[in-house]
């Protein structure tokens, strides 16, 4: 079983719209974050909280806006995507985010823009 | 900057034969290195990692990764393939560049043929 766990698991948007990823872990991890998965690609990071900070903004587009709102969530906020943000979503967490801990991910929410 | 090579896009093995999956690294100083597995329509999960200490890093499902620092490789090896074992094999390491963060090669698809 994931013990990381995303909602919704598919999502269809269209560019105009505003709509919201959600993830919630329930292991007292205090690291969090968001890789944005191409098809046959590798994950890529996009956000990092720890302890319900950001930490790391990899150069994301304004259009998605992370938002923590406490240790066993995290929130990705979707407004006026382009086609090519379509992709699988991942959300990830970690002990307290050193890099040599395990991170731990969930099953994705897959994406597509109209 | 670090980075990691996966050489093969895709390995087939007969089940029941040992199973070699390859990966490469290009770091300064001491590399941290992972191996992560991703099933279809599945989020990543962790394997195994290198951080220091025994070349011969034993993980989950019978997987081992062999440390080789002279070569400068990190092979993901199972002595028995199972069929399940059939699944999408990311290669991970340590990048200690403007974020300390992780980043993955670019994947290798494994079919283990029954």
């Known amino acids: 079983d994931t013990e990381v766990t995303q909602t919704p698991k598919h999502l269809v948007m269209g560019m105009t719209n505003k709509k919201s990823l959600k993830c919630e872990q329930h292991m007292g991890h205090r690291a969090m974050y968001w890789y944005k998965q191409k098809a046959k690609k590798p994950p890529e990071l996009m956000f990092v909280y720890s302890y319900e900070k950001l930490s790391i903004n990899e150069s994301v587009p304004s259009r998605f806006s992370p938002e923590c709102p406490n240790s066993s969530l995290l929130n990705l906020h979707l407004h006026a995507l382009q086609p090519e943000d379509s992709a699988l979503y991942l959300c990830?967490?970690?002990?307290?985010?050193?890099?040599?801990?395990?991170?731990?991910f969930g099953d994705g929410t897959r994406l597509s823009i109209l | 900057a670090q980075s990691v090579a996966q050489p093969e896009d895709q390995v087939n093995v007969a089940e029941g034969n040992p199973l070699t999956v390859k990966c490469t690294y290009s770091v300064s100083g001491n590399p941290y290195l992972f191996w992560y597995v991703q099933y279809p329509n599945r989020g990543l999960q962790f394997l195994l990692k290198y951080i220091t200490g025994d070349n011969l890093v034993k993980g989950s499902y019978g997987f081992e990764a062999e440390f080789n620092k002279s070569q400068t490789s990190f092979h993901l090896k199972k002595p028995s393939a199972l069929v399940s074992d059939s699944a999408l094999y990311f290669c991970?390491?340590?990048?200690?560049?403007?974020?300390?963060?992780?980043?993955f090669g670019k994947g290798t698809r494994l079919h283990i043929l029954p």
């Open positions: 990830a967490s970690s002990q307290t985010g050193i890099v040599n801990q395990p991170q731990h």
């Open positions: 991970a390491v340590r990048d200690m560049g403007r974020d300390d963060k992780i980043i």
